[in-house]
């Protein structure tokens, strides 16, 4: 019923900045929390940064002072940009949605590649 759409991602140099987004379609109620994970292959999944609906922010200690997460509550869409990209922040990058009752759904990933 909810889908999420997400662009931005692609290549990018090290040092170089891309801008990701995730829109929320559909009929959408109660959203706790917006953000993004990330997956690099043959690791596990991981946090890079969210948003709550108070706009709490949390970032993995990877990307803190890199990337800057945001959010239009009112279009039910999230931003992340990341700055300062390095080959390390390599993966596919997956948008999730918390909802109040916690449940959750992710969107299908966007590829971030940083060459060097």
């Known amino acids: 019923q909810v889908q999420l759409a997400e662009s931005g991602g692609g290549l990018v140099q090290a040092g170089g900045s891309l801008r990701l987004s995730c829109a929320a379609s559909?009929?959408?109620?109660?959203?706790?929390?917006m953000g993004w994970y990330r997956q690099a292959p043959g690791k596990q999944r991981e946090l890079v940064a969210h948003?709550?609906?108070?706009?709490?922010?949390n970032y993995g200690d990877s990307v803190k002072g890199r990337f800057t997460i945001s959010r239009d509550s009112a279009k039910n869409t999230v931003y992340m940009r990341m700055n300062s990209l390095k080959p390390e922040d390599t993966g596919v990058y997956y948008c999730?949605?918390?909802?109040?009752?916690?449940?959750?759904?992710w969107g299908r990933g966007t590829q971030v590649t940083v060459s060097s």
């Open positions: 999730n949605v918390v909802f109040m009752d916690t449940s959750n759904i």
């Open positions: 948003i709550t609906k108070e706009g709490s922010t």
């Open positions: 559909g009929i959408i109620f109660r959203i706790s929390a």
